[in-house]
C-alpha cells in the first residue's frame, strides 16, 4: 500500500479511513474484486461493499460486471476534481486548501496509476457507473476518443446542470470541425420553460454542423461510438424512473444492433424546426 502522505491527502479531500485505503488499493492494480480490495487495504471484508457503494456514488470508481464483480479506479485527476467539488458543497472547506490537497494527490498517484494503465484486462468491457458528474466526464472522454460517427438518443434526466450540456456543445462544436460526424434525437420536453434552453442548445449545435431531429418519446438515454462503444441509461422497471446509473460497453455486435435501432428512430424523427413552425 502508498504511504499515510498519500492516505491523509485523500482524507483531506473528505474521505473516511476506509474510502481512502479503498481507492489506493484500487490505484495500485488495474482492476480488483472485493475481496481483493479488503485483502490489500485490510478493510473487514463485512465492510467492503460498503466501501466501494460510497466510493462509487463519490465518482471515484466503477464497477467491471461479470462473474466476480471487480472495481475500477478513475483517473486520478478526474477523482480529485470530483472530490474537490464534493467537498466545496458539503464541507465549506477554503478552496486553496482543497486544491494543495489535490494537486499534491495527483502528483503523487499519477505515478500509480500511470504504471497499471495499460494493464487493463481486455475482456472487462462493461463498465458501470453510478456518479452523475463521472457519467459526464466518461461520456466527453468516448466523445473525444470518437474518429468517425457518435450518435445519440437524449432525453431527461440530465446527469448534470445546465453549464455541463455547455461544455458538451463547445466540446462538439471542436468535434464536428475536425471531421466527427454527429446525430442526435432528442426527446421534446414536456415542462414548457424547459423548452427555450432546450431548443437554444439543439440550435448551437446545429450550427456546428450536428444533425438534429426530435420525437415524442425515446426509450433511453444512449450514445454510440465509432459503431463500438455504447454508453446508455434504462428507467428503472420498478420505479419507473430513469437511472442515474450508466453503463459503458464495448462491443461491436451490441453496437451494431443499437445503431440499427437509432436508424429507425432516425426515420420516424421529425426536424427540430418543426417545433418552431
Given amino acids: 500500500m502508498a504511504d499515510t502522505t498519500f492516505l491523509e491527502n485523500l482524507k483531506k479531500l473528505g474521505l473516511n479511513d476506509y474510502e481512502a485505503r479503498g481507492y489506493l488499493a484500487l490505484m495500485e492494480r488495474s482492476s480488483l474484486t472485493a475481496t481483493q480490495i479488503s485483502a490489500v487495504s485490510g478493510i473487514p471484508r463485512t465492510k467492503v461493499y460498503d466501501v466501494t457503494e460510497s466510493l462509487m456514488k463519490k465518482g471515484l470508481c466503477s464497477l467491471l460486471p461479470g462473474k466476480i464483480n471487480k472495481y475500477r479506479a478513475f483517473e486520478v485527476s478526474a477523482a480529485a476534481e470530483n472530490l474537490l467539488r464534493e467537498n466545496e458543497a458539503i464541507f465549506n472547506m477554503r478552496k486553496e486548501q482543497i486544491q494543495e490537497a489535490s494537486e499534491s494527490l495527483k502528483q503523487q498517484l499519477s505515478i500509480v496509476y500511470g504504471d497499471n494503465a495499460h ?71 414536456q415542462d414548457k420553460e424547459e423548452f427555450e434552453w432546450w431548443f437554444n442548445d439543439i440550435d448551437a449545435n446545429v450550427k456546428y454542423g450536428e444533425e438534429a431531429r426530435v420525437i415524442k418519446e425515446l426509450p433511453m438515454k444512449m450514445s454510440i461510438f465509432d459503431s463500438r462503444i455504447v454508453i446508455f441509461a434504462l428507467e428503472d422497471p420498478v420505479s419507473k424512473q430513469p437511472s442515474l446509473t450508466a453503463q459503458v460497453i464495448e462491443h461491436r455486435a451490441l453496437a451494431k444492433g443499437l445503431k440499427a435501432l437509432f436508424q429507425t428512430f432516425w426515420d420516424r424523427a421529425e426536424d427540430y424546426h418543426i417545433l418552431r413552425d
Avoid: C, N, W
Avoid at 159 to 168: D, I, R, V
Fill in 119 to 189: 494493464s487493463v484486462d481486455p475482456l472487462e468491457y462493461i463498465e458501470i457507473i453510478k456518479d452523475p458528474y463521472q457519467i459526464h466526464k466518461r461520456f466527453m472522454q468516448l466523445a473525444d476518443q470518437a474518429k468517425e460517427e457518435m450518435l445519440g438518443f437524449t432525453k431527461p434526466p440530465y446527469t448534470g446542470p445546465k453549464e455541463s450540456l455547455t461544455e458538451q456543445t463547445e466540446q462538439q462544436a471542436q468535434l464536428l470541425r475536425r471531421g466527427l460526424k454527429i446525430r442526435v434525437i432528442y426527446q421534446t420536453p
